[in-house]
């Protein structure tokens, strides 16, 4: 099975920055579209952003568009979630996910196939 890893979570106040990093397990890193997923204390899982496997595409909620950017590595089979201008509202453990269709970029939890952990992300006011 495929392996994901988050790292880099923490607390941060308003206004600051934090990257977030998943190290993928197997040989073929390169053949999965990624993404960031974020869930907030009685909140459902949301989308925060995905990168189609050539790294050509993004794609980022509306929320963290112009803050926030995703990228991903191939050699280092690890994806990242670069996080600027932090919000309280941006609090939430985050999540990421493959998903098997790497042409693509899916915005929905149903649309992923493996998922990591969960990092923790506090931002104060």
């Known amino acids: 099975q495929v392996q994901l890893v988050e790292s880099g979570g923490g607390l941060v106040q308003a206004g600051g920055s934090l990257r977030l990093s998943c190290a993928a397990s197997?040989?073929?890193?390169?053949?999965?579209?990624m993404g960031w997923f974020r869930q907030a204390p009685g909140k459902e899982r949301e989308f925060v952003a995905g990168i189609m496997w050539s790294g050509g595409k993004t794609l980022y909620a509306d929320s963290v568009k112009g803050r926030f950017t995703i990228s991903r590595d191939n050699a280092k089979n690890t994806a990242y979630l670069q996080m600027d201008s932090l919000k309280p509202e941006d609090t939430a453990v985050y999540f990421c996910?493959?998903?098997?269709?790497?042409?693509?970029?899916?915005?929905?939890?149903?649309?992923?196939?493996?998922w990591g952990q969960g990092t923790q992300v506090t931002v104060s006011s």
């Open positions: 996910a493959a998903d098997t269709i790497p042409w693509v970029i899916l915005t929905t939890v149903d649309g992923y196939d493996y």
């Open positions: 197997g040989r073929t890193f390169s053949s999965y579209a």
